[in-house]
């Protein structure tokens, strides 16, 4: 994942509410999963194990994040562990096996919470101290493109 890669996610974490974060969490999972696929096909193991280990992270932190106390929750837990074997066969096995469905799995649980995202009752944020940050460029000296980042306070 690039820095500004790294930088956009932080922005969106920032602006999130709890609901957004576990779609945004999705997406951060299959953006390491296809770095692993890229590494792979570019015979750099050592860099597919990298990632398949960070994407492998971002699913055990969902799995620890569930809620017991519903009954989805068991669902969810499943889901993340058909994903998380894949990982770990994958890593094992040095192999893109069945990568696919892991990032096929990660994009509806991902679709689902960003639809449920959507209610206006699911709303509130993950930082409450969070501003909203808005960026862009400016012209500076001799025509360099400047970055600025404005906060709405």
């Given at each position: 994942?690039?820095?500004?890669?790294?930088?956009?996610?932080?922005?969106?974490?920032?602006?999130?509410?709890?609901?957004?974060?576990?779609?945004?969490?999705?997406?951060?999972?299959?953006?390491?999963i296809s770095d692993?696929?890229?590494?792979?096909?570019?015979?750099?193991?050592?860099?597919?194990?990298?990632?398949?280990?960070?994407?492998?992270?971002?699913?055990?932190?969902?799995?620890?994040?569930?809620?017991?106390?519903?009954?989805?929750?068991?669902?969810?837990?499943?889901?993340?562990?058909?994903?998380?074997?894949?990982?770990?066969?994958?890593?094992?096995?040095?192999?893109?096996?069945?990568?696919?469905?892991?990032?096929?799995?990660?994009?509806?649980?991902?679709?689902?919470?960003?639809?449920?995202?959507?209610?206006?009752?699911?709303?509130?944020?993950?930082?409450?101290?969070?501003?909203?940050?808005?960026?862009?460029?400016?012209?500076?000296?001799?025509?360099?493109?400047?970055?600025?980042?404005?906060?709405?306070?």
């Open positions: 994942m690039t820095k500004e890669q790294i930088n956009e996610y932080s922005v969106r974490i920032s602006q999130s509410s709890k609901t957004e974060l576990v779609s945004i969490t999705c997406e951060i999972i299959n953006n390491y692993a696929v890229s590494a792979l096909k570019d015979n750099d193991r050592e860099s597919f194990s990298v990632f398949v280990k960070r994407a492998m992270s971002f699913v055990d932190d969902l799995s620890s994040s569930l809620d017991m106390k519903y009954d989805i929750s068991y669902n969810l837990l499943s889901l993340y562990m058909y994903v998380k074997r894949i990982l770990i066969h994958g890593n094992a096995h040095i192999t893109d096996k069945d990568f696919e469905s892991a990032v096929k799995v990660m994009e509806e649980i991902g679709n689902a919470f960003r639809a449920v995202a959507a209610n206006s009752l699911c709303n509130e944020k993950s930082m409450e101290n969070s501003d909203k940050i808005y960026a862009g460029y400016t012209y500076g000296k001799n025509l360099k493109l400047n970055e600025v980042v404005v906060k709405n306070i």
